[in-house]
């Protein structure tokens, strides 16, 4: 699968920077961004072999630092990021700008398999919520008690990490909120509990929205751009609905894509559609086939682990990669507005490409130990107790 999404990204990469390499404000050519790709995919491949070769316990005892670092280097792109259509994503490194947002997302997943998985002999008894009655939340011992076993360390992880992404890229936030939701729910947590935060997510969205907080203004023209598509001056996912029908079913044939000079980010944001512009719908299907195998055989090596934090870990990161590469999908033929997420492994750049590739590794390491038949089994920590 891996090979076949590294193929697909280079020819990909290479025809439909075409556009950029012949503005005449670059002064590149074409060689250049399929030099640059590769180098990304070559380093990026390099990490993940040095991954899948690290036992997933290294994974639980880093967990904390990581996810913590991951943290503090999201929130200081606000500070000393570059900023881009009015959001700071980037920490400029030289010639590279890294996004720590993307490792945000895969460290976030890792923290909480861990906090899930220490607490699976009792996560069934465990409330997460605390009562909306804030005030009785320091006088009542039953509230202090359900901020130090849940909401400290299962809830509060991913509401920091939906908190410090959602300015600068609300899809990903809300991506990490929905990975993490169901990394719950395999976990086990109380299904009441998890209804009260979605409950509570919606309300959060409304009251963001209302106050016109983050980026509440572009979320709303996206959404009012995609409510009335075809009625106002034409826009890129209309672009790449005009792609989509150009390439029919065998497609235009490789570098023949004639959407690639009217669409923005053909080689990112819309990487789906240029693709089924030059390859047709019929490869296009069979590529959306290796996101969700992707997904199936993560939930067969969830299967086959005997503890609970190996397992949650696999299915959060194939949950994550799947779920982004739908979410980038569903864009391209208008299922719904317009989120920024890149097609996984395939659109062009550094840190998405990077941190896809090591969650892979991540995924690798703990199909290798099922193979091995390495990991430890205490009983406390099976997914599978009653």
Not at 27 to 55: C, D, E, G, P, Y
Not at 131 to 144: A, I, V, Y
Not at 265 to 278: K, R, T
Request: proline content about 3%.
């Amino acid at each position: 699968i891996i090979a076949v999404l590294t193929v697909v990204s280079v020819l990909v990469v290479y025809s439909s920077t075409a556009k950029m390499a012949y503005d005449a404000h670059t002064a590149r050519t074409t060689a250049h961004f399929l030099r640059q790709q590769l180098m990304i995919l070559i380093v990026s491949l390099v990490v993940m072999v040095a991954v899948q070769k690290i036992n997933c316990r290294i994974y639980n005892l880093f967990s904390r630092p990581v996810y913590i670092l991951s943290v503090l280097l999201t929130v200081a792109v606000y500070f000393i990021g570059a900023t881009t259509n009015g959001a700071a994503r980037w920490i400029p490194l030289g010639p590279f700008q890294f996004q720590p947002s993307e490792a945000l997302k895969v460290a976030t997943v890792l923290f909480l398999a861990s906090q899930l998985a220490g607490r699976q002999s009792k996560i069934d008894k465990i409330r997460i919520v605390p009562s909306l009655r804030f005030w009785t939340w320091r006088s009542s011992r039953e509230q202090r008690r359900i901020w130090r076993e849940g909401t400290w360390p299962i809830l509060m992880p991913v509401v920091v990490s939906c908190t410090v992404i959602f300015p600068a890229h609300t899809s990903s936030a809300v991506l990490v909120f929905l990975a993490s939701w169901v990394m719950m729910l395999i976990g086990r947590v109380r299904f009441g509990e998890l209804m009260k935060l979605v409950g509570l997510a919606c309300v959060g969205i409304v009251l963001i929205m209302t106050l016109n907080l983050g980026r509440s203004e572009t979320a709303e023209g996206r959404v009012s751009t995609w409510i009335h598509l075809w009625t106002r001056s034409q826009t890129d996912t209309e672009r790449s609905m005009i792609a989509i029908y150009n390439g029919g079913i065998f497609g235009e044939g490789a570098g023949q894509s004639a959407m690639r000079v009217e669409m923005i980010h053909p080689e990112s944001d819309y990487a789906y559609a240029f693709f089924v512009e030059e390859y047709g719908i019929v490869l296009a299907i069979a590529l959306l086939m290796l996101y969700l195998w992707i997904f199936f055989r993560g939930i067969e090596i969830f299967r086959r682990c005997g503890t609970a934090f190996p397992g949650l870990l696999v299915l959060g990161l194939a949950l994550l990669i799947t779920c982004q590469a739908l979410l980038h999908i569903m864009v391209t033929v208008n299922l719904i507005p317009e989120t920024g997420q890149t097609l996984p492994l395939i659109s062009r750049g550094g840190s998405s490409t990077l941190f896809t590739t090591i969650a892979l590794g991540m995924i690798l390491s703990v199909s290798r130990q099922n193979d091995e038949q390495s990991h430890d089994t205490p009983r406390s920590e099976s997914i599978y107790e009653k």
